[in-house]
């Protein structure tokens, strides 16, 4: 053994030896020595994307699956972590427009030097199930589930609207959309309505909420929420409003109705007007008529539509002189076009209430329109020039100014109201949806090609089966004007499948979304060519547990979800969900440092680039540079990242300190699902404790290789306090270990270590064997104990101190198992009260009788002291807590 820990060394000749001996790779069935079948466990990272290089996030997320792979591996079971590559998407196209490389090199670039630097960082990856969404044997499967989806009516093709850059002549994402212009072309961006391919995802609405909200307890509340929020289920009651409006060539619009959802028909006597959206029918036709509607709509279109934009943007509204009838009091209600009113929920349509919803009251305020309170709550003030949240509370409200249904509560009215509208033939109850279907469609190049040929006689015809893949091609570079696929003729042109005459090729892609749905099912089917699944599938699925960034709470998991249900139900698979148990773990954090330049931006320097100025109590207030000692300021600590310059290269640590060090440190300094701090001194801190570890081997080195395991400790007698001691420290820091091994709780786990390891290099132990086989028991469970988190120095010292003699390889090696006697203490501390008060405490060897204790209790010297001679009346004993002496 080396007397100096080099970390580069030891890990690569750990990382060597594991490669050579394939020690990551998993069979499906794999027994124990003793014949019988190993439990699987299914433990897998989301999968990164190939940016590059891998950030911290990535250290962080893969040792915490890394650490939970191994320990469990130990524990005897048959894990699986693979690993994989979501491949396709935007990023390869930009960095494609602006080097000129075409997308495939660059991802399968990234992709090399990632798997290296991932290698480097001694993940028990099992690489024969690598998989990459780019690979044509992968995206084969999307196509072929995409076709059988189209069969069964869950695909299905819709115009959509869409962000179009007339100059660059491409399709953009709603983020692509800056201040109305196009992020290159700078062009004024126009909706264009165009096809594309939907995934029924609403047919399993009702299915996912009901597994969100009784299945999933093995992932983290928030994001059940967010899911639920995201399904979005909605009771109320779908009505309309009559009307005689009619189009220019005199047709009624919608036949004379103006349908709204509501949850609060309750509330319907408090109407005072309707909104509908800026795309809905009645606002078209108020625009053909008025140019001031049009010039609102126009307005009110542009930017960003999403739920999110509306929350936040100011209310506004234009009358449309149109009038609808009010269904009870038979009223003129007159037509609003609302900018808060979204046409793809609901009708896009509401009878606005503005006595008792928020967004309503807002607007009539703005707009001067009428305000009537319909509910009251006994003991409220209501006052139309001000909201209270109160107005929209229906625990103890009655309804008021509303005829009939005067005193009544608010379900008595919706059950009334509803029923009126089922007898006018107006509406009924109904639920309704958020969700909306998945739109798949991305007029992209780098991406899985929709499986379908449009032939000028025949229409959109699926790829035959036997065609797939439709293989995409590897050369072209985008240039940023549209997608390459439409000038790339030998990926267009195609014989129609049904007639043979010519035809041209879809050349919109998949959503990378649908890589992302299965591809964890593809690492447990690895290589099958024949088949998407098989039953390797069933054996790993569904995965134990899944860990990833809260950023993928929402899409990702529901669309995997969706995704796993298609599948069930059309028998490739035995399950109904895919992830048991989430966790999402905490982003990596750093100070952030800026300075103003000169054009008044803002320019970020790195942590590395500069030097804190500290308060009196050690606070960051300021920092200078390094390089010419000039003040710029400190903005406090964000989120790791390339936009901030706070970011720290993994890879620079992992060549100067080792990945142990890197591993230690991001375990240590945070429990998984919490924000880490990135910390130069937390580094060296690990680093230092690695080498303490290290210099404690290397110095008992002799005694632990010639001392023997198994020892009978039971058989001992007299054995000297400082050994029982070290064993009592030993197992009860197992205990604990195991305790947070088992809620992942992965920074107590090192500190547990750490602690055992101080325990060690301060016990005074007797000359002799015993105290020999006591070290050699401590450091093979300070070993094993700490393996899981740094793995290659562990491996080395397991070796190099001759416990693979008894208990095997380390990666296989059995996990401690606590020794209950060790445990049990020979003296407990019991509190002594005086006449109730607490005034100290006493020993009493651990098996001490009753009798005993009073003993002891009488003889203690407060005891006289605090009863100034009184006789002591009587000794109260509670078993392992505490004596009370009353006199
Ligand atoms: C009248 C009313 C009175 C409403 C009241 C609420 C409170 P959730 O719970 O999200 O389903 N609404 C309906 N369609 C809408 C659309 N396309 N865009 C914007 N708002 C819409 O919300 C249902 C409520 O949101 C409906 O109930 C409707 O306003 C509004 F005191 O109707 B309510
Ligand atoms: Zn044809």
């Not at 190049?445 to 006689?457: D, F």
Request: charged share 25%; proline share 5%.
């Amino acid at each position: 053994m080396q007397e100096h820990y080099h970390a580069s060394a030891v890990e690569k000749e750990a990382q060597t030896i594991w490669q050579e001996h394939d020690v990551y790779r998993v069979v499906e069935g794999a027994k124990n020595a003793a014949g019988e079948e190993k439990p699987k466990f299914y433990a897998c990272s989301m999968l990164p994307y190939p940016s590059g290089k891998l950030h911290m996030g990535h250290v962080r997320n893969y040792t915490i699956n890394d650490v939970m792979a191994r320990q469990l591996r130990m524990r005897g079971y048959n894990v699986l972590m693979p690993m994989g590559w979501d491949a396709f998407g935007m990023p390869a196209e930009n960095a494609a427009i602006k080097s000129k490389v075409p997308p495939a090199k660059w991802t399968y670039d990234n992709i090399a030097y990632m798997k290296k630097q991932m290698q480097s960082m001694g993940l028990a990856i099992d690489w024969s199930r690598e998989m990459c969404a780019c690979d044509p044997e992968y995206y084969r499967w999307n196509q072929w589930l995409f076709l059988k989806m189209l069969e069964k009516g869950i695909a299905y093709r819709k115009t959509q609207v869409v962000n179009w850059d007339p100059v660059d002549q491409t399709v953009l994402a709603n983020e692509q959309v800056v201040d109305g212009r196009g992020w290159r072309s700078g062009a004024l961006v126009e909706k264009r309505e165009i096809p594309g391919y939907y995934l029924k995802i609403t047919d399993y609405a009702e299915e996912l909420l009901d597994y969100t909200k009784n299945h999933l307890d093995g992932w983290p509340e928030r994001v059940r929420l967010m899911q639920e929020n995201w399904i979005g289920r909605s009771e109320g009651v779908r009505f309309a409003f009559t009307h005689d409006i009619r189009d220019g060539a005199n047709q009624l619009i919608q036949d004379g109705r103006l349908y709204v959802f509501t949850t609060r028909i309750d509330t319907i006597m408090g109407v005072t007007f309707c909104a509908v959206a800026p795309e809905h029918p009645l606002a078209v036709e108020a625009a053909r008529r008025d140019d001031k509607v049009a010039a609102f709509i126009k307005e009110a279109i542009k930017g960003g539509t999403s739920e999110a934009d509306l929350a936040t943007k100011e209310k506004e509204g234009v009358p449309t002189g149109l009038y609808v009838t009010h269904p009870i009091t038979g009223d003129n209600i007159e037509v609003w076009v609302g900018n808060y009113v979204l046409m793809s929920y609901g009708d896009g349509a509401v009878m606005a209430v503005p006595g008792h919803d928020e967004r309503d009251f807002a607007f009539a305020l703005k707009y001067q329109l009428p305000i009537v309170q319909v509910i009251d709550i006994e003991g409220r003030a209501y006052s139309t020039t001000q909201w209270q949240d109160w107005y929209a509370d229906k625990e103890g409200a009655k309804l008021i100014n509303s005829g009939e249904y005067n005193g009544l509560s608010i379900s008595e009215a919706v059950d009334k109201i509803a029923d009126l509208m089922v007898a006018k033939q107006l509406g009924e109850k109904k639920v309704t949806w958020r969700i909306r279907d998945w739109g798949i469609s991305r007029q992209r190049y780098w991406g899985t090609p929709i499986p379908i040929i449009h032939c000028p006689s025949c229409g959109s015809v699926p790829v035959p089966e036997k065609d797939l893949p439709v293989v995409l091609p590897e050369h072209l570079i985008p240039d940023g004007s549209g997608n390459p696929l439409n000038k790339c003729e030998e990926f267009l042109q195609v014989a129609c499948p049904c007639c043979g005459a010519d035809a041209k090729r879809e050349t919109d892609t998949m959503d990378t979304f649908v890589d992302s749905s299965w591809y964890f099912m593809r690492y447990a089917s690895a290589a099958n060519h024949e088949a998407m699944v098989d039953e390797r599938n069933n054996y790993w699925m569904p995965m134990d547990q899944y860990i990833g960034g809260i950023e993928h709470a929402v899409m990702h998991l529901l669309y995997a979800r969706f995704w796993t249900k298609v599948m069930r139900d059309m028998g490739l698979l035995a399950y109904d969900e895919p992830f048991v148990k989430l966790l999402c773990q905490g982003m990596v954090l750093n100070h952030i440092y800026s300075r103003r330049n000169a054009l008044g931006g803002i320019e970020y320097f790195a942590p590395s680039e500069v030097d804190n100025i500290l308060d009196a109590k050690g606070n960051i207030i300021g920092a200078k540079l390094k390089s010419d000692g000039s003040e710029i300021s400190y903005d406090g600590i964000g989120t790791m990242s390339k936009s901030k310059n706070n970011g720290i290269d993994p890879q620079h640590l992992i060549d100067t300190m080792g990945a142990d060090t890197a591993r230690l440190f991001v375990m240590f300094a945070s429990p998984p699902e919490q924000t880490l701090e990135w910390s130069g001194s937390g580094v060296d801190g690990s680093n230092r404790f690695l080498r303490r570890l290290w210099n404690y081997c290397y110095k008992h080195q002799d005694e632990i290789r010639q001392a023997q395991d198994n020892i009978d400790w039971a058989a001992q007698e007299e054995l000297a306090q400082a050994i029982k001691d070290l064993r009592l420290e030993t197992y009860s820091l197992l205990k604990q270990a195991d305790y947070d091994y088992s809620r992942i709780q992965y920074n107590t786990v090192v500190s547990a270590n750490m602690k055992l390891l101080n325990a060690l290099e301060a016990a005074q132990l007797p000359a002799g064997e015993l105290a020999q086989h006591a070290i050699r028991e401590s450091v093979s469970i300070l070993l094993r104990m700490l393996y899981p988190v740094v793995p290659h120095i562990t491996w080395h010292l397991w070796r190099a101190l001759g416990f693979a003699e008894t208990y095997g390889d380390l990666l296989d090696a059995p996990w401690p198992v606590v020794d209950e006697a060790a445990l049990v203490a020979d003296e407990i501390e019991l509190v002594l009260q005086i006449n109730g008060k607490l005034r100290g405490s006493m020993m009493v060897p651990n098996d001490a009788d009753q009798a005993l204790i009073e003993q002891t209790a009488r003889e203690h010297e407060a005891v006289e002291r605090f009863l100034e001679g009184r006789p002591i009346k009587r000794v109260i004993v509670v078993p392992g807590r505490l004596v009370n002496v009353v006199g």
